[in-house]
Nanobody, 122 residues
Framework: QVQLVESGGGLVQPGGSLRLSCAAS????????MDWYRQAPGKQRDLVAS???????NYADSVKGRFTIFRDNAQNTVYLQMNSLKPEDTAVYYC????????????????WGQGTQVTVSS
């Protein structure tokens, strides 16, 4: 059973920084991508940043230049460094991982973390 465990959320003032982490555990063959999404109250869940194995990172326009996604592949962990935070960044942040369960030919299976609250307020 694969689990994604997130940590690092909290309350921060505008202009501040936070680092989120998400660690994948359990038995699986490989991870093809790890992403961060966020969902504000009353809104849909949107992609914030993605990291595809062997390809690199992509960001939503709203966070470019402020957020950085990076991975520790040895630890099956993805991080989201968030700088210059704004009140509109307030949301529950979710980690998503696309995992091959058995072999390189396995169909990838998506897994979600439990979510971590980020609140940007003075």
């Amino acid at each position: 059973q694969v689990q994604l465990v997130e940590s690092g959320g909290g309350l921060v003032q505008p202009g501040g920084s936070l680092r989120l982490s998400c660690a994948a555990s359990g038995s699986f063959f490989s991870i093809t991508a790890m992403d961060w999404y966020r969902q504000a109250p009353g809104k849909q869940r949107d992609l914030v940043a993605s990291s595809t194995t062997g390809r690199g990172a992509n960001y939503a326009d709203s966070v470019k230049g402020r957020f950085t996604i990076f991975r520790d592949n040895a630890q099956n962990t993805v991080y989201l460094q968030m700088n210059s935070l704004k009140p509109e960044d307030t949301a529950v942040y979710y980690c998503n991982a696309a995992i091959r369960p058995y072999s390189s030919g396995s169909t990838t299976v998506p897994y979600w973390g439990q979510g971590t609250q980020v609140t940007v307020s003075s």
